[in-house]
């Protein structure tokens, strides 16, 4: 079964295309450096910081966690949007869920093999349609998109998604990530354009 929540730009904007935005029809890849060797079978993904039950996962075990599929509209920060992405994977709320979320978390980190980190507020997570993803177009997500695990965050600039995955942290208080360190924005609303500050 296949959600399509292309939809979801009905609560932010006028048109499903946010302002500022091209269509394109490849799909880009864009990573600050290369693409980080990174073996499923030595990968582990932790959950941690103020949860209840810590996680600390393998890949087969991660894949075992329920799951599901989801078109999605993508939308990177330099202008170009891709239409229709379909993603495998596990729901943010199904995973926090899992970790027993304390309830003084408020922010959330995710942490990557490349180094790349990336924050937003809780609740700006605490949608089905951000997902923890490892299938795409019904294949192992590739390399270069993030394989084995990216983060997916479709209401959001993409650089809200964090590739290589390695961890999820949830926080007291905000922290900011790599870009968001850099001028970029916070809460990165495509349909406002928050772009920067
Ligand atoms: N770990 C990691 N995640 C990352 C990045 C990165 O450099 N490292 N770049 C971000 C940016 S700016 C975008 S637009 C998307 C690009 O995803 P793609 O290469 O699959 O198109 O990944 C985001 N996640
Ligand atoms: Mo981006």
Do not use: I
Request: with cysteine; net charge negative; glycine share 10%.
């Amino acid at each position: 079964m296949v959600t399509d929540v292309t939809d979801l730009y009905e609560a932010f904007g006028e048109s499903r295309l946010p302002p500022g935005q091209r269509e394109t029809d490849g799909f880009p890849v864009l990573s600050k450096g290369g693409t980080p060797a990174v073996d499923p079978s030595e990968w582990t993904f932790e959950a941690f910081g103020v949860v209840e039950n810590p996680l600390s996962l393998s890949f087969d075990e991660f894949r075992e966690l329920p799951s599901e599929t989801q078109t999605q509209d993508f939308h990177c920060v330099t202008g170009w949007s891709k239409f229709d992405c379909l993603f495998t994977g596990v729901s943010f709320p199904t995973l926090a869920e899992h970790a027993g979320v304390d309830s003084d978390a408020v922010h959330v980190m995710f942490h990557s093999a490349d180094g790349y980190t990336t924050d937003l507020p809780l609740d700006d997570c605490m949608r089905q349609e951000v997902l923890f993803a490892y299938g795409y177009d019904g294949e192992a997500l590739p390399a270069d998109h993030g394989g084995p695990l990216r983060v997916v965050t479709p209401h959001k600039y993409a650089y809200k998604g964090a590739k290589w995955v390695t961890g999820v942290e949830f926080l007291t208080e905000r922290e900011r990530g790599y870009w968001e360190q850099r001028g970029y924005s916070g809460t990165a609303n495509p349909w406002n354009e928050e772009r920067y500050g």
